[in-house]
């Protein structure tokens, strides 16, 4: 196989054919795909679709400098692959706009492909279509659609007062590790375990199809952008409030000590740090332990707080309330504050 696409003789045209072979027939519910003016999905009868949209633009979401070609294919998939799971949906597939310039290094570009088609067959979400320009600089978006049981869509109004606040994994990680690649720090085994979070999230897929069909969970989202900001959105779309214990929140092991060498607190980058792309969800006061609902899920599950009547995000550590200013990344933001509580 060609370790390079030169994008200046291959032409647009020459592109698409080559993502065509590459990507191959996607089968199952689509009929028709690449080569169509639009692909055709057949959706198995008593099913939702859901459907979502992430970008990624160089020198906004990532730096050549800190990223290699294939870690952004697998997470221009990724990310799409998150917030379908954080709705309870199982991926069918996606569709990609592809901007980049024509004197783009070939081993960049299949690099690229290498690692979203990868991400593809790996997760069961064939690439359908998608439109190709060039453009002054990289920006890639994809499109991705998924199935959930009729009525069955993990949404983020559900959560009530008394329920209880689970999230799977770990975190901070991937804000470490942005941290650590920005500072040209990801040299130590230990440090490019962090680095690899923030290059190559690992979102807990199938989690939330088992939460959606299981009808365990009131509401979910996924954190893309930190805990704080993420859990403030369903808190206001659900009309709530909720306090979240700083002592509960699941760190990655030996993350403290690094945090501390570099200056960093680890708390804040657990709160407010983006990317880790786990799964935060609600659960009715009656719901099973996070122990035994891990067991169910396959995954890690930490319980780190509760749905409360006021509206707005509390902190609390061992009991104490504690004033919370944890600011994460907002786009266009220029001036006021930044902080979410
Ligand atoms: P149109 O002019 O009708 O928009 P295009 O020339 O843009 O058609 O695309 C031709 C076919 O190639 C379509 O089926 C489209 O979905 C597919 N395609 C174009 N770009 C991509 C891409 N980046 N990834 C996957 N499929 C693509
Ligand atoms: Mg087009």
């Not at 009929?31 to 906004?60: C, H, M, Q, S």
């Not at 299981?214 to 409030?241: I, M, N, P, Q, Y």
């Not at 504690?322 to 990344?329: A, H, T």
């Amino acid at each position: 196989m060609a370790s390079g696409i030169d994008l200046e003789a291959l032409g647009e045209l020459g592109l698409i054919d080559t993502l065509r072979r590459r990507a191959g027939e996607p089968g199952g519910a689509w009929i028709r795909a690449i080569g169509d003016d639009a692909a055709v999905l057949r959706p198995r009868p008593g099913t939702d679709l859901i459907w979502t949209v992430d970008a990624l633009v160089e020198d906004v979401h990532f730096r050549w400098q800190t990223t290699d070609a294939r870690s952004l294919g697998h997470k221009a998939l990724l990310v799409n692959l998150s917030d379908l799971n954080a709705m309870g949906a199982k991926p069918l597939g996606f569709l990609l706009t592809l901007a980049l310039p024509g004197d783009s290094e070939p081993e960049r570009v299949d690099g690229f492909l290498r690692g979203l088609l990868a991400e593809a067959r790996s997760s069961g979400c064939p690439l359908v279509g998608g439109d190709t320009v060039s453009a002054p600089i990289w920006s890639l978006s994809v499109s991705a659609v998924g199935a959930v049981p009729r009525g069955r869509a993990l949404c983020r109004t559900g959560a009530r007062p008394g329920d209880r606040i689970m999230v799977t994994g770990t975190l901070g990680g991937a804000a470490l590790g942005l941290e650590l690649l920005e500072a040209g720090r990801a040299t130590r085994a230990e440090a490019r375990r962090y680095a690899r979070r923030h290059l190559r999230p690992r979102p807990p897929l199938g989690a939330g199809p088992l939460l959606a069909r299981a009808g365990l969970a009131t509401a979910a989202v996924d954190l893309s952008d930190g805990l704080a900001r993420d859990l403030s959105h369903v808190l206001r779309e659900s009309g709530v409030g909720a306090e979240i214990r700083l002592e509960s929140l699941p760190l990655p092991r030996g993350f403290r000590g690094l945090c501390g060498e570099l200056g960093l607190d680890a708390e804040s980058l657990a709160v407010a740090g983006g990317e880790d792309y786990e799964l935060l969800f609600t659960v009715p006061a009656r719901a099973p332990q996070a122990s035994v609902l891990a067991k169910r899920l396959g995954c890690r599950l930490t319980e780190v707080g509760f749905v409360g009547r006021g509206r707005g995000l509390r902190f609390s550590r061992r009991g104490e309330q504690v004033r919370g200013e944890f600011s994460s990344y907002e786009h266009f933001k220029t001036r006021g504050k930044r902080s979410e509580q």
